[in-house]
C-alpha cells in the first residue's frame, strides 16, 4: 500500500509490528506490519533522514512474522477487524497513532499484557516456522508513550 495513494498512514506507523488477532475459536493469527521507508538515494552513510521520501512509504502486511525486532504489537479482537483496519487507514499524525496505541497497542509499561503477548508471539514463532525461528528482540521495541 502505497502512502501517496491517499493512504498516508504508513508514515506514521513504525518499522516492524505484530498484530495479533484472537478468533471467535479461540485461535490467534499474527500479522506483520512493516513500514517500507523510501530514499532517494542510499548514496550516504549518514544523513539519512535528509533522503527520505515519506510520501513514497508503503506498508507490506504479511501473515505470519517478517522480521525479529518489533516495535509494537497489537492485540485485536477478530470482530473488530474492520475497525481496526479503519483506525490505521485514518491514521494522519503522530497524534492519531498514539491513539491507535492506547486502544489496540501493547505497551511496554503494561506488564500484565506485555510479557504473555510477548511469550504467545515466540511460541507462535517456533510453532510456525521452527527453522526461521529464534527470539523476537525487543530493542527497538517502543518506551516512548507511558
Same mark, same amino acid.
Given at each position: ?23 471467535? &475459536? ?55 477487524? &474492520? ?40 511460541? $507462535? ?19 516512548? $508513550?507511558?
Amino acid at each position: 500500500m502505497k502512502a501517496s495513494d491517499a493512504t498516508p498512514f504508513a508514515r506514521f506507523l513504525p518499522e516492524l509490528s505484530f498484530a495479533i488477532f484472537h478468533m471467535p &475459536d479461540g485461535e490467534s493469527r499474527v500479522y506483520s506490519l512493516v513500514h517500507n521507508r523510501e530514499h532517494d538515494n542510499v548514496s550516504w552513510i549518514t544523513g539519512e533522514e535528509l533522503r527520505l521520501a515519506p510520501e513514497e512509504d508503503s506498508l507490506t502486511v504479511h501473515e505470519g512474522f517478517l522480521g525479529a525486532y518489533p516495535n509494537m504489537f497489537f492485540i485485536i479482537d477478530a470482530g473488530d477487524a &474492520d475497525a481496526f483496519a479503519q483506525a490505521v487507514a485514518s491514521i494522519r499524525s503522530p497524534d492519531e497513532y498514539a491513539r491507535l496505541v492506547d486502544r489496540y497497542g501493547v505497551k511496554r509499561t503494561d506488564q500484565a499484557r506485555f510479557w504473555p503477548t510477548y511469550d504467545l508471539l515466540v511460541d $507462535r514463532f517456533h510453532a510456525t516456522e521452527p527453522v526461521r525461528a529464534g527470539a523476537i528482540d525487543l530493542t527497538r521495541y517502543d518506551l516512548a $508513550r507511558p
